[in-house]
Nanobody, 115 residues
Framework: QVQLVESGGGLVQPGGSLTLSCAASGNIFSFNNMGWYRQAPGKQRDMVASFAWGGGTQYADSVKGRFTMSRDDAKNTPTLQMNSLKPEDTAVYYC?????????WGQGTQVTVSA
């Protein structure tokens, strides 16, 4: 049974940077797509960045040019580099990996952008 665990969240000032990682407890041999979602208090969970074979990497308009998603091809997990962070980026960030058998989600990591 694969479990995903995010790390790298925390408190950062506006304009700062954070890198979120997603570790898998078991082996992920293949995937259809992977990426990151976030959920702010009182709001729905929204896509931040997503990679799919044949479709490349897509970003939410609000993070384009500031966030960069990469993949650990050995472990088939995503990473999210976040630059020029804004207070509106404050949310719980979740990684996910969609495999041929099922979809896996992490438990989330809090990112707070505040002066």
């Amino acid at each position: 049974q694969v479990q995903l665990v995010e790390s790298g969240g925390g408190l950062v000032q506006p304009g700062g940077s954070l890198t979120l990682s997603c570790a898998a407890s078991g082996n992920i041999f293949s995937f259809n797509n992977m990426g990151w979602y976030r959920q702010a208090p009182g709001k729905q969970r929204d896509m931040v960045a997503s990679f799919a074979w044949g479709g490349g990497t897509q970003y939410a308009d609000s993070v384009k040019g500031r966030f960069t998603m990469s993949r650990d091809d050995a472990k088939n997990t995503p990473t999210l580099q976040m630059n020029s962070l804004k207070p509106e980026d404050t949310a719980v960030y979740y990684c996910y990996v969609d495999t041929p058998s099922r979809e896996y989600w992490g438990q989330g990591t809090q990112v707070t952008v505040s002066a």
